[in-house]
């Protein structure tokens, strides 16, 4: 009868995390340097090269994964360094603030809002900027919802020196990014998305060709310098102190992913994704990426809504959290994610808050066929 | 992602229990007997009154609400007694097995299951029994879903010496039932019902008339003796080991309760169940009981299903437990609760779990249209 506070997670980060993570999490507290602890150390280092699908190493911060982000930065590159910047959205704009911050030359293809990046314009910018060291691209644009064509991108860098630096944090675990298939050369990624955890921990993990341009880096490192956590990996330890509980927590989640393996974990996602943007078409509103990911559907605020106050009322009186727009986006769009300890029937408690929702505010939907469009979908993974 | 193994406890108890609570409930043990302790019970008794909607002292036992209705039985009676026992369903017989067990003489007002009793024969049966001591009866006859009329049948007893013995352990805190008001005589509830609190802790409170009654009880009672409780009651202590950790769980609850107010909550499961019966006939199903409460939805299994393999399907692939029939309507009905931790959005889980689960094993349902209908219900409250 706690209903009335009951809250239901939808947002693309942090996402709901399930009862026996946390119940891991609360586990009496451990010391990092004791041997049981390089034995755990050992089994999330085997487990997150599964979910990168390497065999590199996997390295992980205590930090946001924009920590891992600047991770890349200083340890890949060299003040005046060119890189190519794919630039459409709130994330597309962290690349380039990092590499400016850290007095990199960007060179910037911008991308409306909404849309992917067209595998052409980027390898013309490559063929004009040969001496680019890098792109710097998100797999998954999460302010915008869209899906950038990573693997088609891939194969342009593959056959270059340049480096292909995947921003994962909201695809990794989602679809199929498999790294050492496409050559990927840094993968990234955070803990509070598909792993289905707390914020805190972030992830970073580098092809051959990324450690070589590594050796020749420049730039000052010291928490995010992947030299210091590459020895203490080869004992079994970590850099610095790690965030424990998170990371006992990961190892719970990542045992859970290997048992059900990685396909299973791919169609639950494209199941609900699918399901989710049939429902939100079959209510007469718009996706608002061209091409959008699994992680989250992006949906246009239908004329005359009031988008701020429809999301706050949906929070304060239903307890549903769905994410609103960022920067320009404010107002325009909101968030609903795939992400996070959901079963297929979570999505009907979105959407059954989105269509009653969307009437309380005075838009014409018809109750229920949100919800009759996405069983239609779902009634066929399940 | 821990999705695959995500659970819906939609059973008439236990319930879900809310988060909040079950984190009380995790607290360092501590001990009855200090002072601290006390000031525990105060407030839990006091609150427990408001719950009741009585001025007279509500006692509880670490025990299932079976331990409640012996109680009642063994403070009251005694040997060669007779009772009127009106038995309609699993519950009413729990009532004649216990008054046979402790040699009463019960005359049984037979029931239908699925139907309720009727005022007029359980007057009949008063007026040809007048040496009657009590009715025993239920509130809300769990394993048929009907709602017995207790506040009609109460307003024959307040005349008379007999007493009215109410099993409210699906009622209480579902819908009214104002002890003092009515004039009920005793009153029973438990912890996993509507108080959606783990099992554990069972209640019961009596009349002046019950307290007058039990002085002359001749039959052997030493845990569920009331007159130990009174007394312990008295020093703001417990007669026996109480269950701690339950007991902060219930004063959390409590609190809640009073915090929201007994209207707010009838409201609430009122809401529920009026949008899950309409649900379940726009799927073209039947309800089953004549007179249904608010506690549960009893669903009349269609023509052709296996309800048994239903139900294990939906509660082994989905993670959704409803709970099938008992005794004689085993194979015949399935619940599903509205007690417990639930918002009316996870009405909207249960309902698509059961629409796509009955297309699944054949029935010929229109995706959504129980969706649709429960939706018309819910926003009329939300």
């Given at each position: 009868?706690?209903?009335?506070?009951?809250?239901?997670?939808?947002?693309?980060?942090?996402?709901?995390?399930?009862?026996?993570?946390?119940?891991?999490?609360?586990?009496?507290?451990?010391?990092?340097?004791?041997?049981?602890?390089?034995?755990?150390?050992?089994?999330?280092?085997?487990?997150?090269?599964?979910?990168?699908?390497?065999?590199?190493?996997?390295?992980?911060?205590?930090?946001?994964?924009?920590?891992?982000?600047?991770?890349?930065?200083?340890?890949?590159?060299?003040?005046?360094?060119?890189?190519?910047?794919?630039?459409?959205?709130?994330?597309?704009?962290?690349?380039?603030?990092?590499?400016?911050?850290?007095?990199?030359?960007?060179?910037?293809?911008?991308?409306?809002?909404?849309?992917?990046?067209?595998?052409?314009?980027?390898?013309?910018?490559?063929?004009?900027?040969?001496?680019?060291?890098?792109?710097?691209?998100?797999?998954?644009?999460?302010?915008?919802?869209?899906?950038?064509?990573?693997?088609?991108?891939?194969?342009?860098?593959?056959?270059?020196?340049?480096?292909?630096?995947?921003?994962?944090?909201?695809?990794?675990?989602?679809?199929?990014?498999?790294?050492?298939?496409l050559g990927l050369d840094v993968v990234i990624t955070g803990s509070q998305k598909a792993l289905s955890l707390p914020p805190g921990l972030s992830f970073i993990a580098f092809s051959d060709k990324a450690l070589n341009m590594s050796k020749n880096s420049r730039l000052p490192k010291y928490y995010f310098n992947l030299q210091k956590e590459k020895n203490a990996y080869e004992k079994d330890t970590t850099a610095f102190t790690p965030a424990v509980s998170l990371l006992l927590g990961l190892r719970e989640m990542l045992r859970r992913i290997?048992?059900?393996?990685?396909?299973?974990?791919?169609?639950?996602?494209?199941?609900?994704?699918?399901?989710?943007?049939?429902?939100?078409?079959?209510?007469?509103?718009?996706?608002?990426?061209?091409?959008?990911?699994?992680?989250?559907?992006?949906?246009?605020?239908?004329?005359?809504?009031?988008?701020?106050?429809?999301?706050?009322?949906?929070?304060?009186?239903?307890?549903?959290?769905?994410?609103?727009?960022?920067?320009?986006?404010?107002?325009?769009?909101?968030?609903?994610?795939?992400?996070?300890?959901?079963?297929?029937?979570?999505?009907?408690?979105?959407?059954?808050?989105?269509?009653?929702?969307?009437?309380?505010?005075?838009?014409?939907?018809?109750?229920?066929?949100?919800?009759?469009?996405?069983?239609?979908?779902?009634?066929?993974?399940?």
């Amino acid at each position: 009868m706690e209903y009335l506070g009951k809250r239901y997670l939808f947002t693309p980060g942090p996402v709901s995390v399930s009862p026996k993570v946390l119940l891991t999490q609360a586990q009496p507290m451990t010391h990092h340097r004791l041997p049981e602890f390089s034995e755990i150390l050992k089994e999330i280092r085997e487990n997150l090269k599964y979910l990168f699908q390497t065999r590199k190493e996997v390295y992980f911060f205590a930090s946001s994964g924009t920590g891992a982000m600047e991770a890349a930065i200083v340890n890949l590159f060299s003040p005046g360094d060119k890189v190519i910047v794919v630039e459409g959205g709130k994330f597309g704009e962290r690349w380039r603030e990092l590499a400016e911050t850290y007095g990199l030359t960007p060179v910037v293809i911008k991308v409306e809002w909404g849309k992917a990046v067209k595998t052409e314009e980027v390898e013309r910018t490559l063929k004009a900027h040969p001496d680019a060291k890098a792109i710097l691209i998100q797999a998954c644009e999460t302010s915008t919802g869209v899906k950038h064509p990573v693997h088609e991108i891939a194969s342009l860098t593959r056959e270059r020196e340049t480096l292909l630096v995947v921003d994962a944090i909201t695809a990794l675990g989602v679809y199929p990014l498999p790294m050492d298939e496409l050559g990927l050369d840094v993968v990234i990624t955070g803990s509070q998305k598909a792993l289905s955890l707390p914020p805190g921990l972030s992830f970073i993990a580098f092809s051959d060709k990324a450690l070589n341009m590594s050796k020749n880096s420049r730039l000052p490192k010291y928490y995010f310098n992947l030299q210091k956590e590459k020895n203490a990996y080869e004992k079994d330890t970590t850099a610095f102190t790690p965030a424990v509980s998170l990371l006992l927590g990961l190892r719970e989640m990542l045992r859970r992913i290997r048992e059900l393996g990685l396909e299973r974990i791919f169609k639950h996602c494209e199941a609900l994704s699918l399901a989710c943007r049939e429902a939100v078409k079959a209510l007469g509103l718009e996706i608002f990426p061209e091409v959008p990911a699994e992680s989250l559907t992006v949906v246009k605020s239908p004329e005359g809504l009031n988008t701020g106050e429809f999301l706050k009322f949906l929070r304060d009186n239903w307890g549903i959290v769905f994410a609103g727009g960022q920067g320009e986006l404010k107002g325009k769009i909101f968030r609903i994610t795939h992400m996070g300890d959901q079963s297929p029937f979570d999505l009907m408690v979105a959407l059954s808050a989105l269509e009653m929702g969307l009437k309380k505010f005075g838009i014409r939907v018809l109750l229920g066929e949100g919800l009759k469009a996405a069983e239609e979908v779902l009634e066929k993974y399940l």
